[in-house]
Structures are given as structure tokens and as C-alpha cells.
């Protein structure tokens, strides 16, 4: 994530002194200003900015007209957030299996999809691309929206496009732990103009007294507020400008030391699904005891299964089925019973036993980490 500091204190600051907070205080512009940028960044033609990746996604669910009855396929390899976001909106969620990409499993999708499925929400987990070819002929296939949580992969590219802006609707994160950070944040995109106008219906409680001028007579519905101040855009524009040059020098350090690791007779890279592009970097040991014994090693950062909040086995709330009222209760709406189980995505757990995250030390000249990388692949 690139640091936060003095430009951002000062964007912040003038945003302060221009006397608009709100980003639809006329005269305020530094919101919408974002938004346009973002947008031409990553090829999406509507960017919604609002408080964080969690409510985009409830706001993206929401555009799309996903409610009650509705299944929607998550994988089990994710932060919480994205299971929870269709419980929010009277939907539940179905896991899904990750293949050794850490991604969702395009057969996986398959077999999970029943005649109430209506969305997929493929996650790009770790900044690794999800099989985005894979997942929309799928839901072409079958009449699904895709939402993707990009929440962890802001700015990342797959193929000749970035992720967040290839399904119907995306949505970016910009907490502390992001690619682009401003303590918290989020945006939702789209290329749809009625997606974005409900999203933004949504998000805006207020939107029936705002003069959007649209073209789509879309009705108002009665939503939430989930806006940004003209601080969170200020300070967006700043790390908009961070992100693209991060990601570049993770792209290049990322080549030499997969090229060097790849060498390896103990592990194997990650397969990647645009490894051209890649900027995530992580290896598969043959077996857990040897996944183990790695991150004992310089140049290993962890491995996944040790950072266990984004495992299904953690999400508490949604295996219990524990909402905050009990007739504000999704699974009693479902057209089938669903139910979970510790085991229920043996596959995952396996591949997270296996996975160890590698540093690519960013901070550190790249003679220094390709030779911790070649020590890390002759070792053994
Ligand atoms: C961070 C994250 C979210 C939620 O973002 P917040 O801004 O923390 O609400 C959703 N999905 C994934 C995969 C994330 O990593």
C-alpha cells in the first residue's frame, strides 16, 4: 500500500479550507473529480465513491436488484465481507471452492449454480486475478450478473483491462490494508448507466432532492447513506497518482523473482491467470509440513491457512446464519435449505495449507531479493 503523508495532508487541507465538506455542496467538486479519474484509470465508465469496500458491495448487490430468494456465489477464500454483503440485501450466499490460483474456481461455479442463482461475486484475492474469461462466459451461459470484489486488486490489470471494471458491476476498498488507502473507503463501478444510477440512488438517501439531471427515469428507492466527504476525494486524488507506479515496480520485481523461484525442485509458483501481468507472488509446497518448514525461510512472508480471517471456517455470523434481528433472516427466504459445514470446501483448505505468501520487498534493492529468492529456491 503506498504511504500516506504530506500530500495528502495537504489536499486534505484544502479541501477543509475550501468550506465544502460534502461532496454535494454546490461548489464541491473534488469527489466527482476522483470518480472521473478513477474511472479513466481503470476503463470503467461509472465510479460511485463511498465509505467502504463492504458498502460498495451491498450498494452493487442493491443496482443489481438482488433481494430475497436469491443465491449468490461467493468463494470460501475471502474477507468476510463479501458473504455478508448479500445477507444485507435479503440474499444468501453459496461457497465456492478456490483453485491453486487462489481464485474462484470457474467448475466449482458450475456445479454450485442452481436454477436460484442470479450472481457470482468472483473475489481477485492477494492482488491476484480471478479467470474473469472463464467466470463471464459462465454467466453468460447461465443469465448471471458478476459482480467482482476487487476490493484487494485496486489498479491491478488483467489482460488488456483491469479488474473491477470486466463483470456488470466492480468494487474497489481503500482501508489501511489496500492498494490505495486513505483509512477507509470504497467506490463502485460500472459500465452500466442504470447499475450506476441505482448505486448511487442507494448510497445516497438524499438522491430525491439532488438534481442528477439523468437520463434513465429510474424512481427513487429508499436506500442508505454510505457518501464520502470532499477529505476522502481530496485524498483519493493523491493515492490515485501513488498506485499506478506501485503496481509498475511490483509488476517488474515480481517478474525476477518468480523467474528465479520457478527454478525450484521443492514448491511451485502460483499458477497466475495473467501471468504477463502478474503483480502477486506466492508459492504451492507439495504438502503442508513442507508449506510449514518454508516460512521458516527468508524471502517467506506467511503462509495463508496462518492468516485465517479470510477462511470460511472464521465467518461465524454467516455459518451460525446470525443476523441482527431473527425474522431479518435470509436463509428462511431461500428457495432451499442451505447449510454449512466446517469441511464443506475441503479443496481450499488444502490449497491455503500449501500456500506461502512471498516478499517482494519493495523497500529493498533487487539484487538484494533475488538473491534471498535464489537461496529460497536452492535450499532444501
Ligand atoms: C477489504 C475487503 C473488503 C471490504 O472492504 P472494507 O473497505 O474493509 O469494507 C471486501 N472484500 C475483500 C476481499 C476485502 O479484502
Known amino acids: 500500500m503506498p504511504d500516506v503523508g504530506l500530500r495528502e495532508w495537504i489536499a486534505a487541507g484544502r479541501a477543509i479550507a475550501s468550506g465544502h465538506l460534502l461532496r454535494y455542496d454546490p461548489g464541491a467538486n473534488l469527489t466527482s473529480r476522483f470518480e472521473k479519474e478513477l474511472g479513466q484509470t ?122 473491477g471494471a470486466i463483470g456488470d458491476l466492480g468494487t474497489f476498498s481503500f482501508n489501511k490494508m489496500k492498494n490505495m488507502n486513505i483509512g477507509e473507503g470504497g467506490a463502485v463501478l460500472t459500465n452500466d448507466e442504470r447499475y450506476f444510477i441505482r448505486a448511487r440512488s442507494y448510497h445516497d438517501l438524499g438522491s430525491l432532492v439532488r438534481q442528477h439531471g439523468d437520463r434513465l427515469n429510474e424512481p427513487e428507492f429508499v436506500g442508505m447513506n454510505f457518501k464520502v466527504t470532499e477529505i476522502d476525494g481530496a485524498m483519493l486524488r493523491v493515492q490515485l497518482r501513488k498506485v499506478v507506479p506501485m503496481l509498475r515496480r511490483m509488476q517488474k520485481r515480481r517478474a525476477v523473482l518468480a523467474d528465479i523461484l520457478s527454478q525450484s525442485d521443492e514448491f511451485t509458483v502460483t499458477p497466475h491467470n495473467d501471468p504477463g501481468s502478474a ?65 464443506m470446501c475441503a479443496r481450499t483448505l488444502d490449497i491455503l495449507d500449501r500456500t506461502c505468501i512471498v516478499t517482494l520487498g519493495l523497500r529493498y534493492p533487487t539484487p538484494l531479493m533475488a538473491l534471498i529468492a535464489r537461496k529460497l529456491a536452492r535450499a532444501g
Open 42 to 163: 481503470v476503463g470503467a465508465s461509472h465510479v460511485l465513491a463511498v465509505n467502504s469496500g463492504s458498502s460498495a458491495l451491498v450498494a452493487a448487490l442493491a443496482a443489481a436488484g438482488i433481494g430475497p430468494g436469491d443465491e449468490v456465489l461467493v468463494p470460501a477464500y475471502t474477507w468476510m465481507a463479501t458473504a455478508a454483503a448479500p445477507v444485507q440485501v435479503g440474499a444468501v450466499p453459496v461457497l465456492v471452492d478456490i483453485n491453486e490460483t487462489l481464485t474462484i474456481d470457474p467448475e466449482d461455479i458450475r456445479a454450485k449454480i442452481t436454477p436460484y442463482t442470479r450472481a457470482i461475486i468472483p473475489v481477485h484475492m492477494v492482488n491476484a486475478p480471478c479467470d474473469m474469461d472463464a467466470i463471464m462466459s459462465i454467466a453468460k451461459e447461465h443469465g448471471l450478473i458478476v459482480i467482482e470484489d476487487s476490493c484487494q486488486a485496486v489498479g491491478v490489470p488483467y489482460k488488456d483491462r483491469h479488474c
Open 279 to 343: 503483480v502477486s507472488l506466492s508459492i504451492l509446497a507439495p504438502t503442508r509440513e513442507k508449506a510449514i518448514e518454508l516460512t521458516g525461510r527468508r524471502g517467506v512472508h506467511n503462509r495463508l491457512r496462518d492468516s485465517s480471517k479470510h477462511l470460511y471456517t472464521n465467518w461465524e455470523p454467516i455459518l451460525q446464519k446470525r443476523t441482527f434481528h431473527p425474522k431479518m433472516n435470509p436463509w428462511a427466504w431461500a428457495k432451499r435449505e442451505i447449510n454449512y459445514t466446517p469441511d
